[in-house]
Each structure stands twice: as C-alpha cells, then as structure tokens.
C-alpha cells in the first residue's frame, strides 16, 4: 500500500534558533521562524512569482487522508527573478517537497507557511530568505 | 603683482557665491547594494517606547501594515529597504531613486524650506546640505500614515517628527547614519543605520506591486 504522506513526523523538528533579532524582517513578525515544516508530495496548485510576495499554493494528503490546501509565501518577485526563480519553474499537478516557517497562530491565517525551500521534481531546488531566493539545478551544486 | 591678485580674486569669487551653493563635497553618485539591512535597527533593548509607542507596537497585525497594500514606505521606514539604490547628483538637488516601489527622494541642496502648504506626505519634504564630505539629509511634514520599520514599529508623523539621515562615502562603500525623532513614540532619539556598496554593475528594475498578493491572514 502507498504510504499516504503529509505532514511528516520529522516535519517540527527544531531548526537551528536563528541568532538574527526578533525584529530583522517582517517575516519574523508572522511565522515561526524557529521551525522547520516540511510537507512532501505536495502537489502544485498555483505558483506565482509577484510584489510584495509570490505565493505557490498546493494541496497534500495529511495523516487522516484528507487533502488540506496550503499557501506559502516567497520573497517579492525582484528578490526571487534575482536569484532564477520563476512562474516557470512550476506547473499545476507538479509534485514538490516544500520546507518552510509556519505561519504564527494568531498572525496568520492557518494553513500558511513561508517559504524557505522547494525541491523539484527533476532535482533542481530553491532556497529562499527573508529577502533573497537562489535557484539551483540539478548538478550546479 | 599679478600673482597677488589671483588669491584675492579667488576670495572675491567664492564670496559671491550663494551660501548654500550645491558644490558637491563627495560624489556619491551610482547604485548602491545595502549591506545587511535586516540588522539596520536596533534591537529592542536600545531605545524606550513611549506608554503610546508601546500601545502601538503591541496593537499591531497584517492589516496595518501598507506595504502588504503597496503603499511606498517614504520616510522613516523606506529609509532602510533591502534593494539596490541609485543617487543622482545634480547642482540643486540629489535625487535618490528607490528600486522598492520606485520611489523618488529630492534633496534640495539650494537652501529651500518646506513651504508652508506643504501637506504631510510618505516622503516628506527633504532638504541636505554638506558637513564636510558628509551630505547631511533633513526631512519634515512627515505622513503619520507610516510605520519607522518593517515590523510595524509605529511612527506618529506629529508635526514635531524629523529624521535626519547623514551620507558619507567611504571609497566604495556608503555609510548611513540616520536619527528619527518622534517623542509620541519614542524617549529620547531613534538610530538606525546600515552601509551600501557601490554597484557599477547595478541595475534598477522595476517594482510592481500588486496588492493581491499582500495578504499574511
């Protein structure tokens, strides 16, 4: 039987405490930056590279079966066209393995993250900070 | 004798020229990269809220934020923004062109106040002038439609508010050293600051925002 994955056990594993202050950038201010969570198989919904943020929406399958839809926010378009992300890199029906800082609870809407990185399905991944995105093919490690 | 005269028509000269002449001390034309402006403010523990500040800063969400609306940061919290920057010399004024939401700074060098009917606005009404190599930036008839950074720390825009903001070229590197001043919010000053480095490289592309992509909540 198919391993139905979501959210994955390792997925709120504490990430390094980032040493930068609380106030560094806004992004601190909405998510939890001290997180990682990371949802594999993520199916692409929508992807869309814009000021003052991108979004890439996607759906996957949590514990229980049922399919949730989630937003992730990406840095604005110049940062993310800077570093070689672009609308092109995805497509709906995409599979994707995101990895991000979830939304803060009483912040944001739920179901919404920030995106710190992206691995697609060809091996390429993004890597994204508060204000900059790096995109990086598959044997240009 | 004619040597003599050349030193006294040099003085005559100079004497006649207007005070506030733009003669500029450094050149600080060209882009500009900021350097780590994520740690341009300062942390909490280096300056004291006001009770009203406090209140403020405590009250704030997504929704009062007006950048996840593209309205232009202006002045104080454009001041410090993470893209590149192109500064425009000319004999009156040095403009300064913002990559983020495009922004446009004139800083009148000619001696001009702000006049009298000038409303409060999200740039305020600049003026500068050189204290040696440093260009020294003074703005007023600030918006209170603003925030001093990106994490809403408030900013009143009462008519007492100013920031002033000190240049200096360093060979390739651009220091700022900025203080706002806004007793509603604030005891005492407000510092901030960062550097840049020049970019011949550089270019200034174009923002766009679209407020359908500013939603957090």
Aim: charged share 20%.
């Amino acid at each position: 039987m198919t391993a139905r994955t979501g959210f994955s056990s390792v997925a709120f594993a504490v990430a390094i405490i980032l040493a930068a202050p609380v106030v560094a950038h806004h992004s601190a201010t909405y998510f939890d930056m001290g997180v990682d969570l990371v949802h594999e198989n993520a199916t692409v919904v929508e992807f869309q590279v814009a000021n003052p943020h991108g979004i890439l929406v996607y759906t996957i399958v949590n514990d229980d079966g049922d399919t949730e839809q989630w937003d992730a926010e990406l840095p604005s378009a110049n940062f993310s066209r800077r570093g070689g992300v672009v609308e092109s890199l995805l497509s709906p029906g995409d599979s994707v393995k995101i990895t991000g800082w979830p939304g803060l609870p009483t912040r944001t809407r739920e179901r919404f993250m920030r995106l710190s990185r992206m691995d697609l399905e060809d091996g390429s991944y993004a890597t994204f900070t508060a204000i900059s995105a790096m995109y990086t093919r598959t044997g240009e490690e | 004798m004619r040597v003599a005269f050349l030193p006294l028509l040099t003085c005559l000269v100079a004497s006649l020229l207007p005070a506030s002449a733009a003669l500029a001390q450094a050149d600080l034309e060209g882009i500009w990269q900021p350097v780590d402006p994520i740690n341009a403010h300062p942390t909490e523990d280096e300056f004291e809220y006001t009770p009203a500040g406090r209140a403020a800063m405590d009250e704030f969400s997504a929704e009062n934020d007006p950048s996840f609306h593209c309205q232009m940061p202006g002045v104080p919290r454009g001041v410090i923004d993470p893209y590149p920057l192109e500064i425009i010399q000319q004999e009156h004024q040095i403009v300064f062109l913002y990559e983020y939401y495009h922004q446009v700074r004139r800083i009148y060098l000619d001696g001009r106040e702000a006049p009298e009917f000038w409303p409060p606005t999200l740039g305020g009404f600049s003026t500068g002038s050189w204290e040696g190599e440093t260009l020294v930036v003074h703005t007023t008839k600030l918006s209170p439609d603003n925030l001093m950074n990106v994490n809403g720390r408030p900013f009143s825009g009462a008519a007492d508010t100013y920031v002033i903001e000190r240049y200096t070229r360093r060979g390739d590197t651009l220091e700022l050293e900025a203080v706002a001043h806004d007793p509603t919010n604030y005891v005492g000053r407000y510092e901030f600051g960062m550097e840049y480095k020049l970019d011949p490289e550089g270019q200034i592309w174009e923002y766009h925002c679209n407020p359908s992509f500013g939603d957090v909540g």
